[in-house]
């Protein structure tokens, strides 16, 4: 394994399930320094108590303003700085247009893009030539899925600040890249009430319209992240990559899952 990581200082949101966790995992076991922020704190004091020098676990609701500025602190005497931010953390709320409520649409905004931006920006001062910044999208930013509007506008917004913070810090040698990615095996849709009959047959549906077959695993997604957190990425920038087994090359975009047959 590289030692690449040794020491360095990185910041997971999302970091107790999913990319996030499988992310974590992987620049831990490479000797990193990682704040860890979730909201499933039993997983994460488990992860602390097995790396207790380099894992620092912080329980963060990604809505509140306050506490998203307070991070900045937190890490920072933690950490002692910061070399790289991964921007896992999201939500999903079921609802088109016309039905979506605007308070869930400010929820589902809030974590999954001004969170986003709202750490880019307090951490900017703390990055170093070198230091790489990676999102967490979804082909459904660019590609409107059935029922998940605030969640499709969320997203499409993460790979616009992407592209927009990349071109105002290449100046100072800080890489901003994206990885968009759907769907991934998680636990997202099951947080939302989906039961496991319909996420089987969800998943069903799906494979059938992925090229290599399959749906992502966490680990798919996070191989990704780490390439571009690393020197092997060294001159990409404000790249939006797509780890999808080929399903954006393909016309079936609408999956409907809640109540649908397979």
């Known amino acids: 394994m590289s030692n690449e990581f040794l020491n360095k200082r990185i910041l997971i949101t999302g970091a107790s399930s999913g990319?996030?966790?499988?992310?974590?995992?992987?620049?831990?076991?490479?000797?990193a320094k990682v704040a860890l922020c979730g909201r499933d704190m039993e997983t994460l004091k488990k992860i602390g108590k097995k790396f207790p020098n380099?894992?620092?676990?912080?329980?963060?609701?990604?809505?509140?303003d306050l506490l998203l500025f307070d991070l900045k602190s937190t890490v920072i005497e933690i950490l002692g700085g910061l070399d790289i931010l991964i921007n896992c953390a999201g939500i999903i709320f079921d609802g088109d247009v016309e039905k979506t409520f605007p308070q869930?649409?400010?929820y589902t905004v809030d974590v999954n893009l001004r969170a986003v931006y709202i750490l880019i920006k307090s951490f900017k001062m703390?990055?170093?030539?070198?230091?790489?910044?990676v999102n967490v999208s979804c082909l459904y930013g660019t590609k409107p899925q059935n029922g998940l509007t605030s969640y499709c506008m969320s997203k499409a917004g993460v790979e616009m600040l992407t592209k927009f913070a990349a071109a105002e810090f290449a100046a100072d040698g800080i890489r901003v890249n994206a990885i968009t990615s759907c769907p991934v095996d998680t636990n997202s849709q099951r947080y939302v009430g989906v039961s496991e009959t319909e996420?089987?047959?969800?998943?069903?549906?799906?494979?059938?319209?992925?090229?290599?077959?399959?749906?992502?695993?966490?680990?798919?997604?996070?191989?990704?992240i780490i390439f571009l957190a690393s020197s092997r990425s060294s001159k990409i920038t404000g790249q939006i990559i797509k780890v999808d087994g080929g399903r954006s090359l393909t016309t079936s975009g609408w999956v409907p899952w809640r109540g649908m047959g397979t």
Do not use: H, T, W
Request: charged share 20%.
């Open 104 to 106: 869930d649409y400010d």
């Open 19 to 31: 990319i996030g966790l499988s992310s974590a995992m992987y620049f831990l076991n490479s000797g």
């Open 54 to 64: 380099q894992a620092s676990v912080i329980n963060l609701d990604l809505s509140e």
């Open 126 to 133: 703390y990055f170093q030539r070198n230091s790489s910044i």
């Open 199 to 224: 996420y089987n047959g969800f998943k069903s549906r799906v494979s059938e319209n992925i090229p290599l077959g399959r749906m992502a695993n966490p680990d798919d997604i996070a191989k990704a």
